[in-house]
Structures are given as C-alpha cells and as structure tokens.
C-alpha cells in the first residue's frame, strides 16, 4: 500500500556527513509517523531516529546529538542529516511509515519498509 524510496547513501571518511532521504508514495489515507533504521552484519535491525506527525522525535542514544530527523508531511518524505559519522555507523538504513489506510478504518494502522540503502564509514 506504501512505497518508500531511500537515497543518499554512500561511503564517508570518519567524522564526515551524509544525508539520507526517503519519499513515500501509494494507496493510504494518512502517514502516522516514519523513521530510519540500520542494520549491521550479524546485528539486529535498530531504531536510529523517527519522527511523529506531530513533529515529535526520537534518536538512539548513539546518534544523538550527532543526527538530525526532519519531515515534510505535505510531501510525505523525511531525512537523515547525519554528521560526524564513525565506522560503527556502517549499516544498511531503512525508512519506515507507519500509516493509516483507510478514512472509513481509524484502527487498520500498518508498516511499510523501504529497501535500505548503504552507508560506510571508513577511511
């Protein structure tokens, strides 16, 4: 029902930046919240940051002050400005919408992923 396109991702030398973006399309009457996750080889996939849409956010406690999310619901995208990036940021990032279907349904609340995108931090 919700498409999520990733771009931005790249490799960086340590304490460089990127910027990640993710653009929701599709069949839903409303985008709850939507945020980013990243995996690494042989961890489990983990919040980075999200963002309501009240505009209320939340960061991991290893990218806070570091990362910054931000949404624009009327296009219904939203970024990762990532800054001073460490090697153990190394990941695949994945956006996420949490989202409404139907007006007629306020109940049916769903998840979308998008396909990730690479970042690596190395020198």
């Known amino acids: 029902q919700v498409q999520l396109v990733e771009t931005g991702g790249g490799l960086v030398q340590p304490g460089g930046s990127l910027r990640l973006s993710c653009a929701a399309s599709?069949?839903?009457?409303?985008?709850?919240?939507m945020g980013w996750y990243r995996q690494a080889p042989g961890k489990q996939r983990d919040l980075v940051a999200s963002i309501t849409n009240g505009g209320y956010t939340t960061y991991a406690d290893s990218v806070s002050g570091r990362f910054t999310i931000s949404r624009d619901n009327s296009k219904n995208t939203i970024e990762l400005q990532m800054n001073t990036l460490k090697p153990e940021d190394t990941a695949i990032y994945y956006c996420?919408?949490?989202?409404?279907?139907?007006?007629?349904?306020?109940?049916?609340?769903?998840?979308?992923w998008g396909q990730g995108t690479q970042v690596t931090v190395s020198s």
């Open positions: 996420k919408a949490n989202y409404r279907l139907r007006y007629s349904d306020p109940y049916d609340y769903s998840d979308s």
């Open positions: 599709g069949n839903f009457f409303v985008i709850n919240s």
